[in-house]
């Protein structure tokens, strides 16, 4: 899709990144580290200063306490810390429950493990955990639970009523829970992130995974980490080895510094997106695709029904042409197809002159809109 809005000048709220760096004094420490010759290999963990900086930020925002020299593992990006856990752990055979829709990553690891995934529904119209199913989903053959809150695409942020029952499930089942919590400090209005880690019983089997790269502006820097029990860490720690070996030298410094230093950019940070959120909100409501308007996360999905589509894939091949916009359509993160295929996916963490923008040419939507020209083309009338 990102391919496509080049090649058709299109405004892209598809792909989640966003427009805006990280703070400034990030990017400076990690020109000087270059600068200052901070060119090869790191250590495999990662470098001490950053170790320490993600186990003190875990302390600082959940009460969660890891030993950095242990406990604490850096990777390349959660998405490398995600593969290197499922490829630790599960073996052929073993099914992985995960909150479907998945975000993409999950799928291709659990399959080069040899695994099987299980989808529990956080399914339209109200994206909700239904905790029955969930139940239902354990078999002897479950090796672990994947679950990502706040969550990609839906901007579900689990409540403490969810957390309790994944808890208690995992635990009844004794099983491994890998946690993809790269949108830990993106969560709106009342919204709270509680790692599942907090719960009882769970720090002991639980793989916490976050990233640099939602919290900090900087998804191109790949500085993601793993933090968990030692000899869970241990395995990951020897499946990293042989996937990138170490993780992007001059970043480290840069990324212990905002980790520690970074809270006050942080919250700004997450009251700007919230302001993006509404603004993104509003312009698809006027174009008569209302949001669910999500808790946390980037991302805000609408239900693209009412503009005489039956099918997201459709409404997003149409719209580069139509309107000069791209979005995502939800079932590709999707086993069950169906569930997921009047939906559609926008990124909105965009500058409010390139959200503007983007509502501006969906106005062509709307239904009383008279064509004139690209961005402005009919409503659709078949389904
Ligand atoms: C849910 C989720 N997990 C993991 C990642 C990947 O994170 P990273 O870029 O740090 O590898 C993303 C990126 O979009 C994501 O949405």
């Known amino acids: 899709m990102s391919a496509l809005a080049l090649a058709t000048g299109s405004v892209n709220l598809g792909q989640g990144f966003p427009d805006t760096d990280g703070p400034p004094f990030m990017l400076d420490a990690a020109r000087r580290a270059i600068a200052d010759g901070v060119n090869q290999y790191p250590p495999g963990r990662g470098i001490a200063p950053l170790r320490a900086a993600i186990a003190a930020h875990s302390r ?4 969660l306490d890891y030993d950095p020299d242990t406990e604490v593992l850096v990777t390349t990006g959660a998405t490398e810390a995600l593969a290197a856990s499922i490829l630790a752990f599960v073996d052929p055979g073993d099914e992985v429950i995960a909150l479907e829709p998945f975000y993409d ?3 291709a690891s659990i399959d080069l493990a040899g695994g099987r995934r299980v989808g529990v529904g956080l399914f339209g119209p109200d994206f909700r955990l239904d905790h029955a199913e969930l139940a239902a989903a354990f078999s002897p ?5 994947l679950i990502n809150s706040p969550h990609n ?9 969810d957390l309790a029952e994944i808890a208690r499930l995992a635990v009844a089942h004794d099983v491994l829970v890998i946690t993809d919590e790269v949108y830990e400090h993106l969560v709106f209005d009342d919204a709270q992130h509680r790692p599942l880690a907090t719960y009882p019983g769970m720090r002991e089997r639980t793989v916490r995974i976050s ?65 993006k959120r509404d ?10 695709l209302d949001p669910v308007v999500p808790r946390g996360t980037y991302f805000m999905t609408t239900d693209v029904r009412p503009l005489g589509y039956a099918d997201g ?26 569930a997921g295929r ?22 062509g939507l709307r239904p009383d809109h008279v064509s004139a020209g690209r961005g402005t083309a009919q409503k659709r009338t078949e389904t």
């Open 141 to 145: 053959r479950t090796k672990a639970l």
């Open 342 to 363: 009047p939906y559609v996916r926008w990124a909105f963490c965009k500058a409010d002159r390139v959200l503007d923008e983007a509502v501006q040419r969906l106005q």
């Open 60 to 63: 600082r925002h959940y009460g």
């Open 105 to 107: 990553s999950y799928a």
């Open 211 to 275: 990233s640099a790269g939602k919290t900090f502006s900087a998804t191109g820097w790949k500085i993601g980490w793993a933090l968990g029990p030692a000899e869970l860490v241990t395995e990951v720690t020897a499946v990293k080895q042989f996937l990138t070996y170490v993780s992007g030298a001059p970043f480290q410094p840069a990324v212990a510094r905002a980790l520690d230093e970074g809270d006050g950019w942080v919250e700004q940070s997450r009251l700007g997106l919230q302001g």
């Open 279 to 288: 603004r993104l909100a509003a312009g698809l409501s006027s174009v008569g």
């Open 153 to 161: 695409p839906t901007g579900v942020v689990l409540g403490p009523d």
């Open 313 to 338: 894939v459709e409404f997003c091949r149409d719209l580069p042409t139509r309107c000069g916009v791209v979005a995502i359509p939800h079932q590709v993160f999707y086993d069950h197809v169906d």
